[in-house]
């Protein structure tokens, strides 16, 4: 399977990735990515950009080195209603834009508490992509997260960067392999991300594409097999 797009990447603006924007899309462009997405944390993370950051991403070109790029935003949840910490007039201004939730903005709740955020978030018009549902610290009830998605036309992520073996985050090949035959049974695609905070990963998804041959996932519902499939899921 061949993945041509990466989705979920970060440059020295989050505050702990390591590589400015110019490098990740270079990078990109080296390993013969047609689409980039660059989506800096949002500003509740700790040391990440601010607001005024996002208001300003029509000032950067949607091409670079002949990488289609998307600039977007990776929003911290907030609460178990499924606030995030970006609002309108910032979203206007993101082209792809990913939900996720990280130990410093939100603790976890019950199975049916941290299945019911995602579910709030998901109805949020500006979130296109669930990130890194995968972590036990944040247990969920799978199928109920797949039929959300399939219902609210929201991506769900296989994120390479979880599944690393010095990752910080739990039980992610057991819970994405539980998450991907879900999405076999009810035909609701997928999105693989990189997670690349420095420029080697950009684009490595050796870790996920293993998980999806294990399962024997069909090429049909990954979304980064080309640049108009992925277009064609974003709201």
Do not use: W
């Amino acid at each position: 399977m061949k993945l041509v797009l990466d989705t979920h990447t970060h440059t020295i603006a989050s505050g702990h990735a390591y590589n400015t924007l110019n490098e990740m899309v270079r990078a990109a462009a080296e390993k013969g990515l047609q689409l980039l997405a660059v989506t800096e944390h949002g500003p509740a993370m700790p040391g990440s950009c601010q607001e005024i950051y996002f208001h300003n991403l029509r000032a950067i070109s949607r091409v670079k080195y002949g990488v289609k790029l998307l600039l977007g935003c990776e929003m911290n949840i907030m609460d178990l209603e499924g606030r995030v910490d970006l609002a309108l007039p910032a979203l206007e201004e993101i082209d792809i834009g990913i939900a996720s939730m990280h130990i410093p903005c939100v603790a976890s709740g019950s199975v049916k508490e941290n299945t019911r955020a995602y579910q709030r978030v998901m109805e949020n018009p500006y979130v296109n992509i669930i990130g890194h549902p995968d972590d036990s610290r944040y247990p969920v009830d799978y199928r109920q997260l797949v039929q959300e998605a399939k219902k609210q036309g929201v991506l769900l992520e296989l994120n390479n960067s979880s599944l690393k073996p010095n990752g910080f985050r739990q039980d992610t090949r057991k819970n994405d392999m539980e998450m991907l035959r879900y999405c076999m049974e009810y035909q609701v695609p997928v999105v693989v991300g990189s997670d690349a905070h420095v420029e080697e990963d950009v684009g490595n998804f050796t870790l996920a594409q293993e998980v999806l041959e294990a399962v024997g996932f069909p090429e049909e519902l990954v979304a980064n097999t080309s640049v108009d499939k992925l277009m064609g899921y974003l709201r």
